[in-house]
């Protein structure tokens, strides 16, 4: 399977809210309703933000929330701070206990 | 509190096999609802699933990788273990061993270690 597609960066100004996109396939994001996000800061490992979609789990902020229209989800980071500046995954079962990753987009906080 | 710790050697020479062990602490390997998965990221390059394992032994592997890859589970030391054979330069990564929730109502990697740095040179 093919990684998902994610934009290589977007940016947005502290307040600001920022959408994330990541486009997969019939097979993986349009197929199950079990796309998760991940944010990852430099020489971290990757924490979940949020699963299924549109979950988040505990401790996650409020201003993390995520979308899918047909083969593509989104993660949309509303208020932004300093801190979020990061990389941020998106992941998608892809059936058969299969998952695929996109290949992260670095959101700088201006 | 979970926490996974991988372990192993650093450093592998060209065309010899990568081996790796992630010890499960403060919880239980065997629990139901749990698969385990080890994930590895090039330097500057993004997440890549290599394979999952459930406490019964039970395999699945990322097709592009599966030839070479073989995941291994140990319950009665808390571990799993990852090896990868065939090994070049292009397997040089920090691979991290997860926790992956897999319900009907929560399936993703939600405890991660903190991954290790496993160069491939000679």
């Known amino acids: 399977q093919s990684a998902l597609t994610q934009p290589r960066s977007v940016s947005g100004s502290p307040g600001q809210s920022v959408t994330i996109s990541c486009t997969g396939t019939?097979?993986?994001?349009?197929?199950?309703?079990?796309v998760s996000w991940y944010q990852q800061h430099p020489g971290k490992a990757p924490k979940l933000m949020i699963y299924d979609v549109d979950k988040r789990p505990s401790g996650v902020p409020d201003r993390f929330s995520g979308s899918k229209s047909g083969n593509t989800a989104s993660l949309t980071i509303s208020g932004l701070q300093a801190e979020d500046e990061a990389d941020y995954y998106c992941c998608s079962y892809a059936g058969s206990y299969i998952w695929v990753f996109g290949g992260g987009t670095k959101l700088t906080v201006l | 509190q979970l926490q996974l710790q991988e372990s192993g050697p650093g450093l592998v020479k060209p065309s010899e096999t990568l081996s790796l062990t992630c010890t499960v602490s403060g919880g239980s390997i065997s629990s139901s609802s749990y698969y385990w998965a080890w994930i590895r990221q090039p330097p500057g390059k993004g997440l890549e699933w290599i394979g999952s394992?459930?406490?019964?032994?039970?395999?699945y592997y990322n097709p592009s990788l599966k030839s070479r890859v073989t995941i291994s589970v140990d319950t009665s030391k808390n571990q799993f273990s990852l090896k990868l054979s065939s090994v070049t330069a292009a397997d040089t990564a920090v691979y991290y061993c997860?926790?992956?929730?897999?319900?009907?109502?929560?399936?993703?990697?939600?405890?991660w270690g903190q991954g290790t740095m496993v160069t491939v040179s000679s």
């Open positions: 394992i459930y406490y019964s032994g039970s395999t």
């Open positions: 019939s097979s993986d994001v349009g197929g199950y309703n079990y």
């Open positions: 997860a926790r992956c929730q897999y319900t009907t109502s929560w399936r993703a990697f939600d405890i």
